[in-house]
């Protein structure tokens, strides 16, 4: 995904656990830099830095300098997309526990 104006789509960087933690990290605190970001993980600060790289191209997180620092920001904007898949099944869930329940009382 090196091409400038391609967007990576949100559901495969959320695919890999990795960037979900990420995602999870920054969900929790304003920004922060790579640095601080990399000792929550089991690998060098190139591997987080190209997680966040599929991340930046899915539009979920932002970066911007600060010094000789990077901060990265979540933006959950693009999570709306995968709320609203989810929430087709959650009914379609709910319907079919509704259905079981109904037969069990039975």
């Known amino acids: 995904m090196n091409k400038t ?3 990576r789509d949100v559901f495969v960087a959320i695919a890999d656990p990795t960037r979900r933690k990420l995602i999870r990290i920054l969900a929790n605190t304003d920004e922060l830099p790579l640095h ?3 000792p929550h993980f089991q690998m060098g600060r190139t ?9 930046r191209e899915a539009n979920l997180v932002t970066n911007r300098k600060a010094g000789r620092e990077t901060k990265y920001r979540l933006n ?3 999570l709306q997309e995968v709320r609203d898949w989810l929430s087709f099944y959650e ?3 709910r ?3 509704a259905i079981l329940k ?3 009382e039975e």
């Not at 987080?48 to 991340?55: A, E, F, G, R, T």
């Open 95 to 97: 319907e079919r526990a």
């Open 76 to 78: 959950p904007e693009p």
């Open 102 to 104: 109904n037969m069990l």
């Open 36 to 38: 601080e970001l990399t």
């Open 5 to 7: 104006n391609e967007k």
């Open 47 to 55: 591997a987080v830095s190209k997680h966040l790289m599929i991340l």
């Open 91 to 93: 009914q379609f869930w």
